[in-house]
């Protein structure tokens, strides 16, 4: 937009808008996060209550079938419906999303019988949704609603209705979905999360499902990031200090471990433990004289940011990773981790 245009905006900005002042604009923030805030609690409530049953056969429904959970709904309801079956998805719960519009032409094509239907539609009566409703029927696939119609096509034709709680939308003029859609999400959030719980679904599970990003960073396993073989910085117990410290520098991780005679290890010594001691006379004395014992170490099966907890809360840079023998097998350093990601 060249500055021209610009300019023209921001006037005619100004005739559209009205003077709002800042008070009001946080008063009306204030509402609006109050008034949906309110929608969960009668939500909750909800569940406590009649959605109880419903909500439960629901899980059971969704977690026995041998297909994919495929949501479907249209406008902002078509909008939480494709987050859902992205939560799902990634939560263990094969799923995806199928406009309602679109399946009327051709998209029906993606439901299979093995699948089951989690519809969503505020008032139960969309008329994009009347082929999903038809074909499952006809074809006897599990359907779910999310509705607030109790009596509308979409509960009628449904199996398993979870009626939502008809409360005010934040919407000054009680049009725009606001409200209805923050507890259509928060619904669908904890059917999801429901399932994950009822599959045992563990970190590692979703780290197969989010290998990308901070996040898959920080499922990652340090046994995926460590040094091994030749790289570990080790000595055994009574090696001179200053062969020690030669293999501390050389191998440039700020630390040599040290092991015992019988393969475990013992000790370690670091960049500050050498520097430390550069007053005394360490030609002729064992590392064991400046090591210290029992080091923090971390298992192979530790998460990365797990790891990355333990380098911050003791400012250290690395840690020897162990078996459970306490034999060491690797060693992993904090710019391993920010490499991939840890924060």
């Not at 005619?12 to 996060?33: H, Y």
């Amino acid at each position: 937009m060249d500055s021209g245009a610009a300019t023209r905006y921001c006037d005619l900005m100004k005739k559209i808008l009205p003077d709002f002042p800042a008070a009001e604009i946080l008063r009306s923030a204030g509402r609006t996060i109050q008034t949906e805030r309110s929608g969960l609690d009668a939500l909750a409530a909800a569940l406590e209550n009649g959605l109880s049953g419903p909500f439960s056969r629901a899980v059971e429904t969704l977690g026995s079938i041998s297909g994919r959970v495929v949501v479907a709904g249209v406008g902002k309801s078509g909008h939480i419906g494709a987050k859902i079956a992205a939560t799902l998805a990634s939560t263990g719960t094969p799923s995806q999303f199928v406009h309602a519009a679109e399946a009327n032409h051709g998209d029906l094509g993606m439901i299979t019988g093995n699948d089951a239907i989690v519809a969503l539609s505020w008032s139960g009566e969309s008329a994009e949704l009347k082929g999903i409703l038809a074909y499952s029927r006809r074809f006897q696939i599990p359907l779910v609603a999310f509705t607030s119609g109790v009596t509308s096509a979409l509960a009628r034709e449904a199996d398993i209705v979870l009626a939502l709680p008809k409360e005010q939308e934040a919407c000054p003029h009680g049009l725009a979905p606001t409200t209805s859609t923050l507890m259509q999400l928060a619904l669908g959030d904890a059917l999801a999360v429901a399932l994950l719980e009822a599959r045992g679904f563990t970190a590692g599970d979703f780290h197969t499902f989010h290998p990308g990003g901070q996040l898959g960073a920080n499922l990652a396993h340090v046994g995926d990031v460590m040094h091994t073989g030749d790289a570990v910085p080790l000595v055994p117990t009574g090696t001179l200090a200053p062969e020690a410290i030669m293999t501390l520098s050389l191998r440039k991780f700020g630390c040599v471990g040290v092991t015992g005679a019988d393969g475990r290890l013992i000790g370690i010594v670091t960049d500050g433990d050498v520097a430390r001691n550069l007053g005394n006379n360490l030609v002729d004395q064992p590392i064991d004289a400046i090591m210290t014992r029992n080091p923090k170490t971390i298992a192979p099966t530790s998460l990365a940011s797990t790891a990355m907890a333990i380098l911050n809360k003791n400012s250290i840079g690395a840690l020897i990773v162990t078996d459970d023998n306490q034999g060491p097998i690797g060693i992993v350093h904090f710019h391993d981790l920010l490499r991939i990601g840890v924060a």
